[in-house]
């Protein structure tokens, strides 16, 4: 009995372990709500424990005692990466029914030299927007890190798909986020990027600075106007060893015209400032102000 016993628990101790599945609420409200294929494709358990979280206990409708956070993440990560972010975020205030995250494109399987701004990967941002909207009941905040942030952009601002034009992503999520922050984000491309000759710098939807997408999420800023939410804050720093500084074009290319406000001097490299300004990003979806 003792033996029995004993291998239960292990059981039981493994399968927590190894799985970091949206909660059982939120994937019944999934497949209620849009279908076992998009239930599929944002719970993403190919990847194991890394492919998405979020849900908790929370019943479907009713709002949550929070606003919920999206974390998207960067250029070949998954949401496990920024589980350290996620757990900050958990003991400040926030619980497993108001942090959540999914994965888009197949994590470390690809090189970087071939991760491109896909249609498909804005499309899977889309949907767990709308997912968590409807599910808490009120608006989202959505934090993008790195190459996260130009394609979390590109979800709320919806329209027709720069690498594919058959497919309308549908109307602007604005009214759907409160607070958008980007960290280290690519918004206006990567001085990696010195000439647009492979797949992650091409001039359709990849990261050199006239890229037809960094054109089409960089409208010319009018005022305080911005498309992002209610509220959007920039954190980036000159350090910056992935996306850099600055560009070809002589822009910034963690900038967001339009927002609301930015911090630009952040210390360390680029992993540095996603881990390093965590307390900051709270701060902004807290009080809306550095």
């Given amino acids: 009995m003792a033996l ?18 949206f909660s059982t609420s939120f994937r019944n409200f999934i497949n209620a709500t849009y279908g076992e294929a998009r239930l599929t494709a944002l719970a993403r358990t190919d990847l194991g424990a890394d492919g998405s979280y979020g849900g ?31 757990n900050y975020f958990k003991a400040n205030g926030w619980t497993d029914e108001t942090v959540y995250a999914t994965s888009y494109g197949q994590g470390t399987a690809v090189s970087v030299l071939n991760v491109k701004m896909e249609c498909g990967f804005v499309q899977q941002i889309r949907n767990m927007i709308d997912a968590v909207y409807l599910f808490t009941g009120q608006k989202v905040d959505v934090i993008g890190y790195s190459l996260g942030s130009p394609i979390a952009r590109k979800a709320i601002m919806g329209g027709i798909c720069v690498d594919n034009v058959n497919v309308d992503l549908g109307d602007s999520f604005t009214d759907k986020v409160e ?19 492979f797949n992650a710098c091409n001039l359709v939807n990849g990261l050199y600075c006239s890229s037809a997408f960094l054109q089409n999420i960089n409208p ?27 560009n070809n074009c002589g822009t910034l290319n963690s900038q967001i015209l339009s927002a609301d406000d930015e911090r630009n001097n952040i210390p360390g490299n680029h992993d540095t400032i996603l881990t390093s300004t965590v307390a900051t990003q709270k701060t902004l979806l807290d009080t809306h102000a550095f």
Avoid: M
């Fill in 56 to 86: 908790g206990n929370h019943v479907a409708g009713s709002q949550t005692n929070k606003r919920p956070i999206i974390l998207v993440h960067g250029i070949t990560n998954t949401a496990g990466t920024f589980t350290p972010q996620r």
């Fill in 179 to 197: 607070t958008y922050v980007s960290v280290a984000g690519a918004n206006r491309g990567s001085g990696t990027c010195i000439l647009p000759v």
């Fill in 4 to 21: 029995h016993l004993k291998s239960t628990i292990l059981l039981a101790l493994l399968a927590a372990t190894v799985s970091a599945d």
């Fill in 220 to 246: 010319p800023a009018v005022g305080s106007q911005h498309y992002e939410g209610n509220y959007v804050f920039s954190i980036y720093g000159p350090n910056d060893d992935k996306v850099k500084w600055t």
